[in-house]
């Protein structure tokens, strides 16, 4: 932000990204107009019996020969050693005591039927920020490959609430 002499923004962060988020929400909140956290954690869920089947089966996948030519979501997927550090620094995040630092108005959505994030975990986050909002989507960890509108309509409308100054919804809503 520095670097290209933006003060004070919007800040978007997905999965992983969504963990930056919040350290950079609770770090710097001047610099945070609103946040937006998409299928993402206070914390890492790889001690759920279930997520770690999930993340050790994941892994065995990424590492086969071609698996990111055949399963990218994006037009630039990472390289299995960098999403394997992804994974690394996921398990070792830990960010519930800095929630309570969040001023921005923040907005969290997440699949409803996301194994990798299971739904006490978003709320753990939504609820440990002031004033947050939760809106749960009947999807998965990757609903916005499939439906981005779910996530694009309530953001683009939580946002510009935020940029209006309009009451911005101050409780946790969908669960």
Not at 66 to 89: D, H, M
Request: net charge positive.
């Amino acid at each position: 932000m520095d670097a290209l002499g933006i003060g004070r923004a919007h800040v978007v962060g997905f999965s992983l990204g969504g963990r930056i988020a919040q350290s950079l929400a609770a770090r710097h909140p001047e610099r945070v107009k609103g946040l937006v956290l998409v299928v993402t954690a206070a914390r890492s869920p790889h001690r759920d019996p279930i997520v770690a089947f999930l993340f050790w089966t994941l892994v065995r996948m990424v590492r086969k020969p071609g698996f990111w030519e055949k399963n990218a979501l994006t037009r630039y997927p990472p390289t299995t050693a960098s999403f394997l550090r992804q994974f690394e620094a996921q398990k070792a995040y830990d960010g519930r005591s800095v929630l309570k630092k969040i001023k921005a108005p923040t907005l969290v959505v997440h699949g409803s039927k996301d194994l990798s994030n299971p739904r006490r975990f978003s709320r753990e986050l939504a609820w440990g920020i002031p004033e947050a909002r939760l809106i749960e989507v009947p999807e998965d960890h990757f609903f916005i490959a499939k439906h981005p509108e779910w996530l694009n309509d309530p953001a683009l409308k939580f946002l510009a609430d935020v940029d209006a100054k309009r009451d911005v919804p101050v409780s946790p809503q969908g669960c």
